[in-house]
């Protein structure tokens, strides 16, 4: 019993003296600026200096968290035990936000650096007039592939040469019901944005005759796997194969003929924010042409900022596996939101061709 | 030792404890799988589980953790015989009880660099003269590394019953003329049951709701009902589907526990007694 009321003295007084000195930590970076806010992105979506630019610009201390997918993202911000300000979702989530009122809308008297994006991105059927969201980047989804690891002349013009015998157990696929199943989709000629029962049902079957080719079906070690050789190809987002070309130099990137997938992220502004102000001058900040430029560069995707393109490297800017130019974009797809029902039977789907891989 | 009256006040941590978080999660699992998404009450859930998607993912989650289970056990039993049998018996046993205070993606991960095509695995295969395979993705990994990391909780069971075994019952054995091999059916291997009952309890059942290593290790080419309940909780957000999903793994759980429940009072099945 001594020994018990001994350990727990000892517990008590060292909880206690970690209690203050995290106190004493947080005092000294809560600086006098206006507060902090909290930026909710996906990982390895941003230069970490440019928030420490941030932070010494304007005295707003970032609280920095990251998420892996745009539903996981949402249920965090619907549930509520974390306050964010900035978040980064996709096109097709931020309609879906809209709808359930989870967004604050932007006053872009407070954004002037949005003169710098490109028209283009602004003003899209999922957010009109750029009421809740403003651009941040955007990509495709396409192929990546390793040539020095594949026979000789092997391309990807087509999503159907995923299914080459030759390429039998090297293809990894991204663990994502709407990009698998749409890649199903879009190699039969159907819009990656069907809803049809037939449709989706003839893309699973096709897909489980893949099955001998796939390796895996796994989501950011994806990119390590291609960069360190362990498979050759891979479907994928254009920004995670530009990610694996900046250390394998080896590595091609390919978006079919057939279409394929075109997405934007935007940055928003949850209604549960706390620091609004703090909100629009950090999306203000990240607009800011050297700053998105230097974004870009460490990031890998395409930015919709014109004025950045015009600082960064042309050869990155001309390369048209990256920013594919406008007449190209013409046979890619957005998605659109498909609601809740929908977005189940793609996973069901998804579920199916995992569970009836051919082997 | 103490007044009886008294007790009471000492449970009510432990009751708090139970209400809070044993009775209110299953509660609250059980009511939302009577819920659509759209929140209908509804028993379609249920149906949709009785579909072959999901019978089958139920089906291939008990072949998997029965795998893993069996293999346990295999290495397990020996494994802990010996320890009974060695000088420093403390010593050995922490050596194995630490690699369990590791995390276990951290662990996950290093098998994705020590399987890879490159690592050490296939470096030994390659001295050996059997080439490179393909070892990380398969089948085969997945039982590995789940083994690997549900080992210390099968030894330490099996290790105390086999322990507390008083030596006098296995000289009396041998004294009446049994072989090894009888004494270890009749007397050892009856009388430390109890202790592979706790351990395939302490194994099987996490096993059956895997769902980080089958992505990892196994690449998605193994899908279990942890798989499942994941993706409809964080991709699908139909928690009720998911709710349904744990309801009937609940109810595994409790029949598991049923089959390799303790009729006797053996003392030495708790896997927390060290």
Redesign the interface.
């Known amino acids: 019993m001594k020994d018990i009321i001994r350990i727990s003295i000892v517990l008590l007084a060292v909880s206690g003296l970690l209690l203050y000195a995290v106190s004493l930590l947080e005092r000294s970076s809560a600086t006098t600026g206006s507060g902090t806010i909290s930026v909710f992105n996906w990982g390895e979506y941003i230069d970490p200096e440019l928030i420490e630019q941030f932070e010494e610009e304007t005295n707003i201390q970032v609280v920095y968290e990251t998420f892996a ?1 745009n ?2 993202m ?2 965090k911000i619907e549930q509520g035990g974390t306050s964010y300000d900035v978040a980064m979702p996709s096109e097709y989530a931020i309609e879906k936000m809209k709808e359930s009122d989870m967004l604050l809308p932007i006053d872009h008297s407070k954004i002037p650096n949005l003169e710098n994006i490109d028209p283009y991105f602004l003003d899209l059927p999922f957010d009109p007039g750029n009421e809740y969201s403003i651009p941040y980047f955007w990509g495709t989804v396409g192929i990546a592939f390793n040539p020095t690891l594949l026979e000789d002349g092997q391309t990807f013009e087509s999503w159907d040469d995923l299914w080459d015998p030759a390429l039998s ?1 090297e293809v ?1 696929l991204v ?1 994502s ?1 709407r990009e698998v199943i749409g890649m199903g989709l879009n190699s039969l000629g159907y819009s990656l944005n069907s809803t049809d029962m037939d449709k989706l049902r003839e893309a699973t079957e096709k897909l489980k005759t893949l099955g001998p080719n ?6 950011d ?1 994806i990119v ?1 796997m291609m960069r ?3 498979a050759a190809v891979a479907l994928t987002w254009s920004g995670q194969a530009a990610d694996m070309m900046w250390i394998n130099e080896d590595i091609d990137f390919s978006v079919p003929q057939e279409g394929s997938n075109l997405w934007f992220d935007n940055m928003i502004i949850p209604a549960t924010a706390t620091n609004v102000e703090g909100a629009h001058a950090f999306i203000n900040f990240m607009l800011d042409a050297e700053v998105a430029a230097q974004n870009a560069d460490y990031v890998g995707y395409s930015t919709p900022n014109e004025a950045a393109t015009e600082l960064m490297d042309p050869e990155v800017i001309e390369d048209e596996r990256f920013y594919p130019p406008e007449e190209l974009r013409g046979r890619l797809e957005v998605y659109e939101n498909l609601g ?2 929908m ?2 039977v793609y ?2 789907f998804f ?2 061709f ?2 009836d ?1 051919e082997n | 030792m103490e007044n009886s009256s008294k007790r009471p006040i000492y449970l009510l941590p432990y009751y708090l404890w139970i209400a809070l978080f044993v009775i209110t999660p299953i509660a609250l699992v059980a009511y939302f799988s009577f819920f659509d998404l759209s929140g209908n009450l509804t028993l379609e859930n249920y149906r949709n589980f009785f579909t072959s998607v999901y019978l089958r993912m139920t089906l291939s989650s008990f072949w998997y953790a029965f795998l893993i289970t069996l293999f346990s056990i295999l290495i397990a039993y020996p494994t802990a015989y010996l320890l009974t049998k060695t000088k420093h018996k403390q010593l050995w046993l922490l050596l194995i009880i630490i690699p369990s205070w590791i995390n276990l993606l951290l662990k996950t991960y290093a098998f994705i660099g020590i399987f890879g095509l490159y690592g050490p695995a296939n470096q030994f295969l390659e001295f050996l003269g059997i080439g490179q395979q393909q070892i990380l993705f398969t089948d085969f990994s997945f039982v590995f590394v789940s083994v690997y990391i549900f080992i210390p909780f099968m030894i330490l069971p099996i290790f105390n019953s086999l322990d507390k075994l008083n030596p006098a019952l296995i000289d009396a054995s041998r004294d009446l003329g049994a072989s090894s091999w009888t004494t270890f059916r009749r007397i050892i291997f009856p009388l430390a049951i109890g202790g592979v009952k706790s351990g395939v309890q302490a194994v099987f059942i996490p096993a059956l709701s895997l769902f980080m290593i089958t992505r990892l290790i196994a690449g998605n080419k193994v899908i279990t009902l942890g798989t499942a309940i994941e993706q409809q909780f964080l991709v699908t957000q139909n928690w009720g589907m998911g709710s349904t999903i744990a309801v009937f793994l609940i109810l595994f759980m409790f029949i598991i526990m049923m089959l390799t429940g303790q009729r006797d009072k053996g003392g030495t099945t708790n896997v927390k007694t060290k």
């Open positions: 997918s539903e996981a949402m249920t157990q990894v663990d019901a796939v390796k895996a079906i796994i989501g070690e390590e360190r050789e362990e809740l029902e977005l189940g996973n069901e579920l199916e995992k569970m891989m």
